[in-house]
């Protein structure tokens, strides 16, 4: 567990709503924000890891889905073998779908019990099921998944938060994801300042989404 020195910016929930809103206001797009929380974890995780590790991206159907698939497209594209299993179901939000449709043809991509038996073949597993608005009890195919990668003797990397963490309040749900790094987006959220959180969080690295990820030999 690695706590920032610097916990500034710190929002809210809503407050990072009203900063995505004021971003596209303001001439960006939701699409570049994806584009670019998608790319820097991407990044990240090439910079912990082993050239062509085999990566599983744990998917959920909404925009935290859609950043990880925006990362699943970067490592494929960069070479590195890729699955992506829809741990939720199938993409639902409009941008979810569009990265889902710009996947390249060498990404896998399962279902999520077909994941659990893919498990054991993975070098990574990275956790974009929920972001932080999620509440309550995980899914039981999300739960069976996220304890199964809990257990699996991979790295994991989580997007924004732990999937079964409220960002708010640092609710925590039974089998939530157990990060060894967690990569924040833009600000830190309240629940990432909880000591509780931060056993699941792992080291909190937060990245900045007004600007462009950097390349990664």
């Known amino acids: 567990m690695s706590r920032p020195e610097n916990w500034e910016p710190c929002y809210s929930i809503a407050q990072m709503r009203a900063w ?12 570049q924000l994806m584009e670019y929380a998608g790319g820097h974890s991407a990044r990240l995780l090439q910079a912990h890891c082993a050239a062509g590790s085999r990566v599983l991206v744990l998917c959920g159907p909404g925009n935290n889905g859609g950043d990880g698939l925006v990362l699943a497209r970067w490592l494929a594209e960069a070479g590195w073998p890729v699955t992506v299993a829809w741990a939720a179901g199938a993409p639902q939000s ?3 779908r569009l990265n889902r449709d710009l996947l390249p043809d060498s990404v896998t991509r399962l279902s999520a019990e077909a994941a659990l038996a893919a498990l054991p073949a993975q070098d990574v597993v990275v956790d974009a099921v929920f972001g932080t608005g999620y509440r309550g009890d995980l899914p039981p195919a999300v739960a069976a998944l996220t304890a199964a990668a809990n257990r699996a003797p991979v790295w994991r990397m989580a997007l924004d938060i732990p999937s079964g963490i409220h960002g708010d309040s640092g609710q925590i749900a039974e089998h939530t994801f157990q990060a060894a790094l967690t990569c924040v987006f833009q600000a ?4 990432h300042r909880l000591a509780s959180v931060q056993a699941c969080c792992g080291r909190l690295c937060r990245v900045d989404l007004t600007t462009p990820p950097a390349e990664v030999a």
């Open 20 to 31: 995505e809103d004021a971003v596209v206001a303001a001439g960006g797009s939701y699409r």
């Open 94 to 96: 409009a941008l979810a």
């Open 188 to 191: 830190f959220k309240p629940a």
